[in-house]
């Protein structure tokens, strides 16, 4: 079999360096041993390195139907996030965090707005 796909090595396919486009929530919520002084180190690895950086981002959905999504910031390799920019609302070290920080927003959101829809919650912030 000839042709462009077969001359391409495994290699290749890890040497496309494109900055993700990542947009940090300015109300960013924190999880537990998350430090807001390691934030731009971190977001660094995140945007460059995101299979080596291990945590949890919470991010504002693309669908209309979902509240809030929690991705592995390692999905952030895959290419659709290449050309998509996200906006991240919380970060946390591993995904009980993660959940510990949505019931974190949903309390907020029910403080002070005295219902639960968490997209317009974190979008007005």
Known sequence: MHGVITDLKVKDF????KKRKVELSPNLYYGEGMHPEDLEKLMEKVCHKPLLSNVFLLLLPAN???QIEILSSRYLAQGYYATHSIRVVGIANDHDDAVSLVI?????CLAIRKDCNLKEFLEWQ
């Open 104 to 108: 974190k927003i949903t309390e907020d």
């Open 64 to 66: 209309e139907s979902d």
């Open 14 to 17: 890890f040497r496309v360096k």
